[in-house]
């Protein structure tokens, strides 16, 4: 009897021990998470609460200080450079390594192995575009260019190795503990990869649409609704700018001959409306001071932990501050001593499609010319949690990948598609961003871009020594006019990218006479450029509003720089509401609508977070744009539509033009038809919206949210950030995107900078410096960004010394 | 008067044990406890599962208050647990059932190794 009771005792308590040691489902097990020794209640200490005054770092040749100041950010002062990137790793790790992990798992296309089979999709499409395939030539290329930069890959890696292995299980990241898995070895590879991802992040194209548009519009009402140069082209490289050199020549194809295929093909997605940046410089002739002013705000998903983490990094010959990508080296955009850079995206149709055609299903050869070339089958495993492994076969062509085929995306056995894409050649981007650091004028500047190959940049630049400049910077093929618009036929050798413009041909200038450059997404150059420039995504709003400010402001102050980064204008608006308040005419409204057209006509165009206009507005106009092209979603293919741009100059323009016509209606129908069934519309939803919600002021239509890197883990988001801005306005805050870095710096002496990101520090949701600085930015307000030296005392949270 | 000193043994071992080892070590640190002091069934039982309760409890609640922290309720949240408090409510419920099990399997582990009183008054 003894025996049988403690026997039935033991195995409950047995099984008890391993209930709560096994995941329930999808939910992790759940003893390790609540055992508050190393479970998730060790995550609620803040990284000052943590602080270690040393810590010892295999490797090291000299100790190395790192200060953090008031905000938690690390200052490191080192030796020399291994030193110090062994050191950035190892402080990067110690506030971001679950999010510097996650992000390269992501960019391997191995999230199916955190999370099971929901993301098996996405991994597939990933490896299909061949990012992990990329970033191992980028590895090559680096080992046989450039060793030296190899070593210092490796000793970043080595610093976050040398953190995991510190790790116990309760300094474990929450989310591996959520997520129940454990950090792998980082290595230089993952850095490369990296850059890959940011490559996919901002590099678009709409080949498959176009090809298809062109298809049923043809060519001719194709160029009427997408000119490759809007009517008012205010470029990044000012319309003046004279080119005096002789441009690298191509040979066109005799004729024009596009697959001619309707293509009813799923698209890979694209980088998200909104993505974006702006950045410029003015030189010392426009500013109170005499000192030249650079600003920089990349635009990007608004996520948490932040993509950015600040960081000055310093050694006796150089000292650089700004903003670091966790898992890469040195300062992505920032300033040193002498100058200071930023960068927005610079994307020129970076990714052609090339249809195959293989002799037979085996698929190991296909046709080029008048031969049959051999492809390469590349077997991708990816591991799926808590099931078998999936196999995709993804078959490489000289071209590159092809992404679409009969197993992807596609139902027809015919349909294969190549992807070629210059972030699939070998190059090495880490090596510009160290030089950058380093740079102490223009020409180290113009050194440093020429190793730069995607995603293709806008660097801005701005010196002590009073030079402003920009260039666009990336490998750019030499296109014949019209080249890789349209998917292109892989057999015909005609259609191959023949050359690369060279560097020193990439539009650039320096201290143009208008006082300032800037960049904001538009067209890079004017057409009087002499090579062929085309992308569907170029921007037509806050180019123009930021140089109009520019060109009209003088004895600029540093604050008045803040302020244009935080302007809410809404251009779009100031240029459409007029044409459309116009075509609306004299109707008979009742209360309600009458209320909101009075809110409409009273409006300054700013969208400010307290205004009720922009809302209205928005709404309207998406109502309206829907209204216009709404026949065009009935064609059950893909195609991309007009821009804002052109459909408001269509609208203005020509209102009685066939293209606002339905041609499945007896009616004619006319901008106006479609101005007012767009604003029936808005009333409607605008009466839903004041039932069910109330307020309906910008902020709060708008809820602009920063989500955790997973979706599913809402509360580590934040939500409804009372904000303003959007998507074509210069603070360019929309619903998820935005600014995701602003940075100001007065190239005097000293330099003065100012630097603000949504997020914080600390990638640990139970962390202080989680979130804290996600109010101050939302309020357009800074943190003081100036370098430190290394004795400075003052605002200082703690100092940690490395020693080998 | 002995479940108290029994709690009281608990209780430190699990604050002293836990920090270095993982919780499934305290569960067999709790069974040998029972086992060589033999508090008996229900001392081992509640004694046991309220050191191991109090002691989980107990460090969750400290942390909560030396940091500060709003992590309790986000991963309330994320659980689907209302707030915090019900999260710490559940901690300790844990720490409980682990404790209390383990150290009465110690205890009836005794209970067997316990020579039998033959028949003591037919001698």
Same mark, same amino acid.
């Given at each position: 009897? =003894?025996?049988?009771?403690?026997?039935?005792?033991?195995?409950?308590?047995?099984?008890?021990?391993?209930?709560?040691?096994?995941?329930?489902?999808?939910?992790?097990?759940?003893?390790?998470?609540?055992?508050?020794?190393?479970?998730?209640?060790?995550?609620?200490?803040?990284?000052?609460?943590?602080?270690?005054?040393?810590?010892?770092?295999?490797?090291?040749?000299?100790?190395?200080?790192?200060?953090?100041?008031?905000?938690?950010?690390?200052?490191?002062?080192?030796?020399?450079?291994?030193?110090?990137?062994?050191?950035?790793?190892?402080?990067?790790?110690?506030?971001?390594?679950?999010?510097?992990?996650?992000?390269?798992?992501?960019?391997?296309?191995?999230?199916?192995?955190?999370?099971?089979?929901?993301?098996?999709?996405?991994?597939?499409?990933?490896?299909? /575009?061949?990012?992990?395939?990329?970033?191992?030539?980028?590895?090559?290329?680096?080992?046989?260019?450039?060793?030296?930069?190899?070593?210092?890959?490796?000793?970043?890696?080595?610093?976050?190795?040398?953190?995991?292995?510190?790790?116990?299980?309760?300094?474990?990241?929450?989310?591996?503990?959520?997520?129940?898995?454990?950090?792998?070895?980082?290595?230089?590879?993952?850095?490369?990869?990296?850059?890959?991802?940011?490559?996919?992040?901002?590099?678009?194209?709409?080949?498959?649409?176009?090809?298809?548009?062109?298809?049923?519009?043809?060519?001719?009402?194709?160029?009427?609704?997408?000119?490759?140069?809007?009517?008012?082209?205010?470029?990044?490289?000012?319309?003046?700018?004279?080119?005096?050199?002789?441009?690298?020549?191509?040979?066109?194809?005799?004729?024009?001959?596009?697959?001619?295929?309707?293509?009813?093909?799923?698209?890979?997605?694209?980088?998200?409306?909104?993505?974006?940046?702006? #950045?410029?410089?003015?030189?010392?002739?426009?500013? /109170?001071?005499?000192?030249?002013?650079?600003?920089?705000?990349?635009?990007?998903?608004?996520?948490?932990?932040?993509?950015?983490?600040?960081?000055?990094?310093?050694?006796?010959?150089?000292?650089?501050?700004?903003?670091?990508?966790?898992?890469?080296?040195?300062?992505?955009?920032?300033?040193?001593?002498?100058?200071?850079?930023?960068?927005?995206?610079?994307?020129?149709?970076?990714?052609?499609?090339?249809?195959?055609?293989?002799?037979?299903?085996?698929?190991?050869?296909?046709?080029?010319?008048?031969?049959?070339?051999?492809?390469?089958?590349?077997?991708?495993?990816?591991?799926?949690?808590?099931?078998?492994?999936?196999?995709?076969?993804?078959?490489?062509?000289?071209?590159?990948?092809?992404?679409?085929?009969?197993? &992807?995306?596609?139902?027809?056995?015919?349909?294969?598609?190549?992807?070629?894409?210059?972030?699939?050649?070998?190059?090495?981007?880490?090596?510009?961003?160290?030089?950058?650091?380093?740079?102490?004028?223009?020409?180290?500047?113009?050194?440093?871009?020429?190793?730069?190959?995607?995603?293709?940049?806008?660097?801005?630049?701005?010196?002590?020594?009073?030079?402003?400049?920009?260039?666009?910077?990336?490998?750019?093929?030499?296109?014949?006019?019209?080249?890789?618009? &349209?998917?292109?036929?892989?057999?015909?050798?005609?259609?191959?990218?023949?050359?690369?413009?060279? %560097?020193?041909?990439?539009?650039?200038?320096?201290?143009?006479?208008?006082?300032?450059?800037?960049?904001?997404?538009?067209?890079?150059?004017?057409?009087?450029?002499?090579?062929?420039?085309?992308?569907?995504?170029?921007?037509?709003?806050?180019?123009?509003?930021?140089?109009?400010?520019?060109?009209?402001?003088?004895?600029?102050?540093?604050?008045?720089?803040?302020?244009?980064?935080?302007?809410?204008?809404?251009?779009?608006?100031?240029?459409?509401?007029?044409?459309?308040?116009?075509?609306?005419?004299?109707?008979?409204?009742?209360?309600?609508?009458?209320?909101?057209?009075?809110?409409?006509?009273?409006?300054?165009?700013?969208?400010?977070?307290?205004?009720?206009?922009?809302?209205?507005?928005?709404?309207?106009?998406?109502?309206?744009?829907?209204?216009?092209?709404?026949?065009?979603?009935?064609?059950?293919?893909?195609?991309?539509?007009?821009? %804002?741009?052109?459909?408001?100059?269509?609208?203005? #323009?020509?209102?009685?033009?066939?293209?606002?016509?339905?041609?499945?209606?007896?009616?004619?129908?006319?901008?106006?038809?479609?101005?007012?069934?767009?604003?029936?519309?808005?009333?409607?939803?605008?009466?839903?919206?004041?039932?069910?919600?109330?307020?309906?002021?910008?902020?709060?239509?708008?809820?602009?949210?920063?989500?955790?890197?997973?979706?599913?883990?809402?509360?580590?988001?934040?939500?409804?950030?009372?904000?303003?801005?959007?998507?074509?306005?210069?603070?360019?805050?929309?619903?998820?995107?935005?600014?995701?870095?602003?940075?100001?710096?007065?190239?005097?002496?000293?330099?003065?900078?100012?630097?603000?990101?949504?997020?914080?520090?600390?990638?640990?949701?139970?962390?202080?410096?989680?979130?804290?600085?996600?109010?101050?930015?939302?309020?357009?307000?800074?943190?003081?960004?100036?370098?430190?030296?290394?004795?400075?005392?003052?605002?200082?949270?703690?100092?940690?010394?490395?020693?080998? | 008067? =002995?479940?108290?000193?029994?709690?009281?043994?608990?209780?430190?071992?699990?604050?002293?044990? %836990?920090?270095?080892?993982?919780?499934?070590?305290?569960?067999?640190?709790?069974?040998?406890?029972?086992?060589?002091?033999?508090?008996?069934?229900?001392?081992?039982?509640?004694?046991?599962? &309220?050191?191991?309760?109090?002691?989980?409890?107990?460090?969750?609640?400290?942390?909560?208050?030396?940091?500060?922290?709003?992590?309790?309720?986000?991963?309330?949240?994320?659980?689907?647990?209302?707030?915090?408090?019900?999260?710490?409510?559940?901690?300790?419920?844990?720490?409980?059932?682990?404790?209390? &099990?383990?150290?009465?399997?110690?205890?009836?582990?005794?209970?067997?190794?316990?020579?039998?009183?033959? %028949?003591?008054?037919?001698?």
């Amino acid at each position: 009897m =003894k025996t049988f009771s403690f026997i039935l005792v033991l195995l409950i308590t047995v099984v008890l021990g391993n209930v709560v040691s096994i995941p329930m489902g999808p939910a992790p097990p759940v003893a390790p998470l609540l055992d508050p020794n190393h479970g998730f209640w060790q995550n609620m200490y803040s990284e000052d609460q943590l602080a270690e005054e040393n810590i010892q770092l295999e490797g090291l040749s000299a100790p190395v200080k790192v200060a953090y100041d008031e905000n938690l950010i690390p200052h490191i002062f080192a030796e020399n450079e291994e030193d110090l990137y062994r050191v950035q790793g190892y402080v990067t790790a110690q506030h971001r390594l679950w999010q510097m992990e996650f992000q390269t798992m992501a960019a391997a296309g191995r999230i199916s192995e955190i999370v099971g089979p929901v993301a098996l999709e996405l991994d597939r499409m990933t490896r299909r /575009k061949g990012l992990a395939y990329g970033a191992e030539l980028g590895y090559e290329f680096v080992k046989e260019t450039n060793p030296e930069m190899l070593e210092l890959l490796e000793a970043y890696a080595d610093g976050v190795n040398q953190y995991i292995e510190s790790l116990n299980d309760a300094r474990l990241p929450v989310e591996y503990k959520i997520l129940n898995y454990r950090p792998e070895n980082w290595s230089s590879f993952k850095s490369l990869l990296l850059l890959k991802y940011m490559s996919d992040m901002l590099v678009g194209d709409r080949d498959l649409e176009f090809s298809n548009l062109r298809k049923i519009l043809g060519e001719q009402k194709l160029d009427v609704l997408f000119p490759e140069f809007p009517e008012e082209n205010d470029p990044v490289i000012e319309a003046e700018r004279i080119w005096d050199f002789e441009p690298v020549s191509v040979v066109p194809p005799l004729e024009n001959s596009y697959p001619n295929d309707e293509l009813v093909i799923d698209p890979l997605p694209q980088p998200e409306e909104g993505v974006g940046s702006n #950045n410029w410089a003015v030189s010392g002739s426009k500013t /109170k001071s005499g000192n030249p002013i650079l600003a920089n705000d990349p635009h990007l998903s608004l996520n948490l932990p932040s993509l950015w983490y600040s960081m000055q990094l310093s050694t006796p010959e150089h000292r650089v501050k700004g903003a670091t990508l966790p898992g890469a080296l040195g300062v992505i955009s920032g300033f040193n001593e002498h100058i200071a850079w930023g960068v927005t995206n610079a994307t020129k149709d970076a990714r052609d499609w090339y249809k195959i055609t293989f002799e037979d299903d085996s698929r190991k050869s296909y046709r080029y010319g008048e031969e049959w070339r051999e492809a390469n089958h590349r077997i991708e495993e990816i591991k799926v949690k808590g099931q078998d492994s999936f196999f995709d076969t993804v078959v490489y062509t000289h071209y590159g990948p092809v992404v679409y085929d009969h197993s &992807f995306r596609s139902d027809r056995q015919d349909v294969n598609f190549a992807l070629k894409w210059t972030a699939h050649m070998g190059s090495n981007e880490q090596l510009t961003f160290i030089k950058l650091n380093k740079a102490q004028n223009h020409a180290d500047y113009n050194e440093a871009l020429n190793h730069y190959t995607a995603p293709a940049q806008n660097f801005v630049f701005a010196s002590v020594s009073g030079d402003i400049a920009m260039r666009i910077q990336g490998k750019f093929p030499v296109k014949w006019k019209g080249q890789g618009k &349209f998917f292109m036929d892989g057999a015909d050798p005609q259609m191959e990218w023949q050359a690369f413009i060279p %560097n020193e041909h990439n539009p650039s200038t320096l201290n143009p006479d208008r006082g300032f450059v800037s960049s904001a997404n538009q067209h890079p150059v004017d057409p009087s450029y002499p090579y062929y420039v085309f992308d569907n995504s170029y921007e037509h709003y806050r180019n123009r509003r930021l140089n109009n400010r520019l060109r009209e402001m003088n004895s600029i102050t540093i604050d008045q720089m803040k302020e244009l980064q935080f302007d809410d204008y809404y251009l779009h608006a100031a240029e459409a509401l007029p044409v459309m308040l116009d075509l609306l005419g004299n109707q008979e409204l009742d209360d309600k609508a009458s209320t909101y057209l009075a809110e409409l006509e009273s409006w300054d165009y700013y969208a400010d977070p307290n205004q009720k206009a922009p809302t209205l507005f928005y709404i309207w106009w998406s109502k309206t744009f829907n209204q216009v092209w709404g026949e065009w979603r009935s064609w059950a293919v893909p195609v991309v539509l007009p821009n %804002n741009y052109q459909t408001v100059k269509l609208m203005a #323009n020509t209102p009685s033009s066939e293209f606002f016509n339905y041609e499945g209606t007896e009616k004619v129908e006319t901008a106006r038809d479609h101005v007012r069934a767009g604003f029936m519309e808005m009333v409607e939803a605008m009466r839903e919206w004041e039932e069910q919600e109330g307020d309906y002021t910008w902020a709060n239509y708008k809820r602009t949210s920063i989500q955790h890197l997973v979706p599913q883990f809402r509360p580590f988001s934040v939500e409804n950030v009372y904000t303003g801005g959007g998507r074509g306005i210069l603070n360019a805050t929309s619903e998820r995107h935005g600014a995701s870095w602003r940075m100001v710096v007065e190239l005097g002496n000293p330099i003065q900078a100012f630097g603000i990101y949504p997020g914080g520090q600390s990638g640990n949701p139970g962390s202080k410096f989680y979130a804290n600085f996600i109010s101050k930015w939302a309020n357009g307000d800074y943190l003081n960004f100036n370098l430190r030296s290394e004795d400075q005392e003052e605002n200082l949270l703690f100092q940690t010394t490395f020693t080998n | 008067m =002995k479940f108290l000193v029994y709690l009281f043994l608990a209780t430190a071992l699990v604050l002293i044990l %836990n920090p270095f080892i993982p919780f499934w070590g305290v569960m067999i640190g709790l069974g040998v406890l029972a086992l060589l002091l033999k508090p008996g069934g229900a001392a081992a039982f509640f004694g046991g599962g &309220f050191g191991m309760g109090i002691a989980w409890m107990g460090l969750a609640f400290y942390l909560t208050a030396e940091t500060g922290s709003s992590l309790p309720d986000k991963m309330a949240q994320l659980f689907g647990l209302g707030n915090g408090t019900l999260l710490l409510l559940a901690t300790g419920f844990l720490g409980f059932l682990l404790g209390s &099990f383990s150290s009465w399997s110690g205890q009836l582990l005794r209970n067997v190794f316990k020579r039998k009183p033959e %028949n003591i008054y037919m001698g």
